[in-house]
C-alpha cells in the first residue's frame, strides 16, 4: 500500500472510531465519555485554572518603573539651555519595590484560586457522571419495564383466548371474556404510557450525550446491576476526605490564608528608589564646563495610622478564614451524612433484590401457573387468575425498579467517594 492510501487510511479509522464504538450499544461508560467530552462547563473550569496559573508568572513581578525626561530651570527670557547655571535636561529613573513578601503571598493566592478552579472542574466532572448514570438508568429503566409489559401482555392474550375458548364450550360466562378484554386494554394503556417515558428519558439522556447518541440503543456493561460495594462505611469515609466539594474548601482556606499574610504585609513599609541625571550646557565664569549633576533618593511610606485601614483589613481577612473552616466542616458534615444514607439505602436494596430473586418472583411465577391450571380445571374463577398474572406483572417491575435504584444508589456512592 503506498504512503498516501496508509494515511488515508488511518485518517479514515481516525474519523470513524467514535461512530464504530457505539455501532453495538451506547454503553453507560461511553456515555460518561461522551458528555464529560461536550461538558462546557468542565472546559471553562480548566481555562479559569490555566488563566490563574498565568497570573502566578505575573504577581511575582515588580511593578513597572518610571522614566522621566525633561528640561529643569528653564529660562523664559531666552529659553536657551546654556544662560542659566542651574539649567539642566535630566533624565530620571523611580522603582518603588514590593511591600515586604507580598510578591511570594500574590503567587500562592493565585496558585490557590488555580486550584479551587481545579477543584471546581473535578467535582462538575463528577456531577457530570451522576447526572448521566441517572439519565441512563432512567432510559434502561423505562426500555425494559415497556418490555416487561410486553411480554406480559402476550400472556394475558393467551388469558383472553382461553377465555373465549371454554365460553364457546359453555364452561365459562361471558363476564370472563369481557374480563380479559378490559385487563388486554388497560395493559395497552400502560404501554403508551411507557412509551411515553421513554421518549421522555431519552430527551434527558440527550441533554448530555448528544441527541444522535441518545437515540441508540443502550447495551449494559457486563454485571453493571450486580455491582457491589467493596468497603464498609468507615472505610467510604475516609475516602470522602478526597472529594471534589470539600478540596475546594480546603483551596478556600489557603486563598483566606493568603489574604491574611497579604493584609500583615501592608503594616510593612514600601521602599522605592530614584535616580535622576542632570545634563548642563554652557561654561563657567572661568571658562571651563559646567559639571553635570546626579541625583539619588530613598523613600518610603510608614504606616503609621493602622486603626481604621491595615487593623481593619486585617481582622476581615481572619474572619474570613474562620469562616473557611467552618464551611469545610459543614460541608464534611452534610456530605457524610448524605454517603450514610446512600450506603444504607443500597444495603437495603441488595436485602429486598435477594428476597425478590429467591421468593417474591418464584412464587409470583408459581401462583400466576397454579391460578391458570385451577381456572382451566374451574377450581379457579377469572378473577383470580387476573389478580395472580397482574401480581406476577407488578413482582418483575418491582424487581426491575428495585435493581436500577441499586444501580443509581451506586452511583451517588461514587460521587461522594470517587470511582472505585
Known amino acids: 500500500m503506498k504512503p498516501l492510501n496508509n494515511l488515508r487510511f488511518i485518517f479514515f479509522v481516525v474519523l470513524m472510531q467514535p461512530m464504530l464504538a457505539v455501532a453495538g450499544g451506547l454503553t453507560l461508560s461511553m456515555a460518561e465519555r461522551l458528555a464529560l467530552d461536550a461538558d462546557p462547563l468542565s472546559k471553562s473550569f480548566q481555562q479559569h485554572a490555566q488563566a490563574f496559573d498565568e497570573h502566578v508568572i505575573a504577581s511575582q513581578q515588580w511593578p513597572d518603573p518610571r522614566i522621566k525626561l525633561g528640561v529643569l530651570s528653564l529660562p523664559t527670557d531666552s529659553y536657551e539651555l546654556d544662560q542659566e547655571p542651574m539649567t539642566q535636561i535630566i533624565l530620571g529613573y523611580s522603582q518603588m519595590l514590593p511591600r515586604g513578601n507580598s510578591l511570594d503571598h500574590k503567587a500562592h493566592l493565585m496558585y490557590a484560586r488555580a486550584g479551587l478552579k481545579r477543584a471546581d472542574e473535578m467535582l462538575r466532572q463528577?456531577?457530570?457522571?451522576?447526572?448521566?448514570?441517572?439519565?441512563?438508568?432512567?432510559?434502561?429503566?423505562?426500555?425494559?419495564?415497556?418490555?416487561?409489559?410486553?411480554?406480559?401482555?402476550?400472556?394475558?392474550?393467551?388469558?383472553?383466548?382461553?377465555?373465549?375458548?371454554?365460553?364457546?364450550?359453555?364452561?365459562?360466562?361471558?363476564?370472563?371474556?369481557?374480563?380479559?378484554?378490559?385487563?388486554?386494554?388497560?395493559?395497552?394503556?400502560?404501554?403508551?404510557?411507557?412509551?411515553?417515558?421513554?421518549?421522555?428519558?431519552?430527551?434527558?439522556?440527550?441533554?448530555?450525550?448528544?441527541?444522535?447518541?441518545?437515540?441508540?440503543?443502550?447495551?449494559?456493561?457486563?454485571?453493571?446491576?450486580?455491582?457491589?460495594?467493596?468497603?464498609?462505611?468507615?472505610?467510604?469515609?475516609?475516602?470522602?476526605?478526597?472529594?471534589?466539594g470539600l478540596l475546594k474548601k480546603g483551596a478556600n482556606i489557603t486563598v483566606s490564608e493568603q489574604q491574611v499574610a497579604l493584609a500583615k504585609q501592608k503594616y510593612k513599609p514600601q521602599w522605592g528608589f530614584d535616580l535622576t541625571y542632570g545634563k548642563r550646557d554652557g561654561l563657567n565664569m572661568d571658562g571651563s564646563d559646567r559639571a553635570d549633576f546626579f541625583s539619588a533618593m530613598v523613600s518610603l511610606d510608614l504606616p503609621v495610622f493602622t486603626g481604621q485601614s491595615q487593623d481593619r483589613e486585617l481582622s476581615a481577612t481572619k474572619k474570613q478564614l474562620q469562616a473557611s473552616h467552618y464551611e469545610q466542616q459543614d460541608l464534611y458534615l452534610q456530605l457524610k451524612a448524605k454517603l450514610g444514607q446512600a450506603y444504607a439505602r443500597s444495603e437495603k436494596l441488595a436485602t429486598r433484590l435477594y428476597l425478590y430473586d429467591h421468593k417474591v418472583l418464584p412464587q409470583a411465577r408459581q401462583n400466576a401457573r397454579a391460578a391458570l391450571n385451577g381456572y382451566?380445571?374451574?377450581?379457579?374463577?377469572?378473577?383470580?387468575?387476573?389478580g395472580a398474572r397482574s401480581a406476577e406483572l407488578k413482582a418483575q417491575l418491582q424487581r426491575l425498579k428495585l435493581s436500577v435504584e441499586k444501580a443509581m444508589s451506586h452511583a451517588s456512592i461514587r460521587f461522594f467517594v470517587g470511582d472505585e
Open 126 to 244: 463528577r456531577e457530570v457522571r451522576l447526572q448521566v448514570r441517572k439519565a441512563w438508568l432512567n432510559v434502561y429503566l423505562q426500555e425494559q419495564s415497556e418490555n416487561i409489559i410486553k411480554k406480559n401482555r402476550q400472556l394475558f392474550r393467551e388469558q383472553l383466548d382461553v377465555s373465549q375458548s371454554l365460553y364457546a364450550a359453555g364452561r365459562k360466562q361471558q363476564q370472563d371474556v369481557l374480563q380479559a378484554e378490559l385487563e388486554l386494554s388497560l395493559l395497552d394503556d400502560q404501554l403508551q404510557q411507557m412509551s411515553t417515558k421513554v421518549k421522555e428519558a431519552r430527551v434527558g439522556l440527550a441533554q448530555w450525550v448528544g441527541a444522535d447518541q441518545a437515540g441508540l440503543p443502550l447495551k449494559p456493561d457486563g454485571n453493571q446491576f450486580g455491582l457491589s460495594i467493596k468497603h464498609n462505611l468507615e472505610q467510604l469515609n475516609q475516602q470522602l476526605e478526597q472529594h471534589p
Open 376 to 386: 382451566q380445571s374451574g377450581v379457579v374463577n377469572f378473577f383470580a387468575l387476573t
